[in-house]
């Protein structure tokens, strides 16, 4: 079992910066990937950034690529989502997630936070 807390989130104006952290404990050996996710009112869960343990390699989407960087400090056991030029459409809650390699390339992760709200207002 993996377990995953964020910290972070917050209300800012359109424009400005947030970084999210999501310290994981138990058994992290085991995981292959991370990501963030996010979920608006009304809208389907969507992933914004996921980066391999092992290779560290990156993917973001379209909607935040550029604008967003997603770390982990292997030591600390802690992933992070930096957020920069926020935009009211970024408004969020934002999960922290993380994957097999069976569900790494998909958004059925094997391990969930519980959330951290992000408010962006114009």
């Known amino acids: 079992q993996v377990q995953l807390v964020e910290s972070g989130g917050g209300s800012v104006q359109a424009g400005g910066s947030l970084r999210l952290s999501c310290a994981a404990s138990?058994?992290?050996?085991?995981?292959?990937?991370m990501g963030w996710f996010r979920q608006a009112p009304g809208k389907e869960r969507e992933r914004v950034a996921r980066?391999?343990?092992?290779?560290?390699?990156?993917y973001y989407s379209d909607s935040v690529r550029g604008r967003f960087t997603i770390s982990r400090d292997n030591v600390k056991n802690t992933l992070y989502l930096q957020m920069t030029n926020l935009k009211p459409e970024d408004t969020a809650m934002y999960y922290c997630?993380?994957?097999?390699?069976?569900?790494?390339?998909?958004?059925?992760?094997?391990?969930w936070g519980q959330g951290t709200q992000v408010t962006v207002s114009s």
């Open positions: 138990g058994n992290t050996d085991s995981t292959y990937c």
């Open positions: 997630a993380a994957g097999m390699p069976s569900t790494c390339p998909t958004n059925n992760y094997n391990y």
């Open positions: 980066i391999y343990i092992s290779n560290g390699n990156t």
